[in-house]
Nanobody, 123 residues
Framework: QLQLVESGGGLVQPGGSLKLSCAVSGFTLDYYAIGWIRQAPGAEREGISC????????NYADSVKGRFTISRDNAKNTVYLQMNSLKPEDTAVYYC????????????????WGQGTQVTVSS
């Protein structure tokens, strides 16, 4: 059974940092792309980052490039999203998702999703 569970969201001031975690179970991380996708109220889902090729490939949307970093810990079966220099427009529910994948670029669609974790950036 493939499962993904996000954690680490919360309230942070503009310019602050948060680190999200995506704990995965039921599959081998190396065979999947793991993506971070966010959805703000009234907005479409936005894929912001993914990691694939056993961690060898990482990608970022322009909206977060230079501020967010995706990484993984194979021993813990966990993917992280370090978010720095947070802006109010980063406020959203953040999801991690998975798809069987071996390419260097991000999937457009994912097959397995976590429940999401709320990130709110406000003063």
């Amino acid at each position: 059974q493939l499962q993904l569970v996000e954690s680490g969201g919360g309230l942070v001031q503009p310019g602050g940092s948060l680190k999200l975690s995506c704990a995965v179970s039921g599959f081998t991380l190396d065979y999947y792309a793991i993506g971070w996708i966010r959805q703000a109220p009234g907005a479409e889902r936005e894929g912001i980052s993914c990691i694939s090729n056993s961690g060898g490939s990482t990608n970022y949307a322009d909206s977060v490039k230079g501020r967010f970093t995706i990484s993984r810990d194979n021993a813990k079966n966990t993917v992280y999203l370090q978010m720095n220099s947070l802006k109010p427009e980063d406020t959203a529910v953040y999801y991690c998702a998975a798809r069987r994948w071996f390419a260097a670029y991000c999937p457009h669609e994912y097959d397995y999703w976590g429940q999401g974790t709320q990130v709110t950036v406000s003063s």
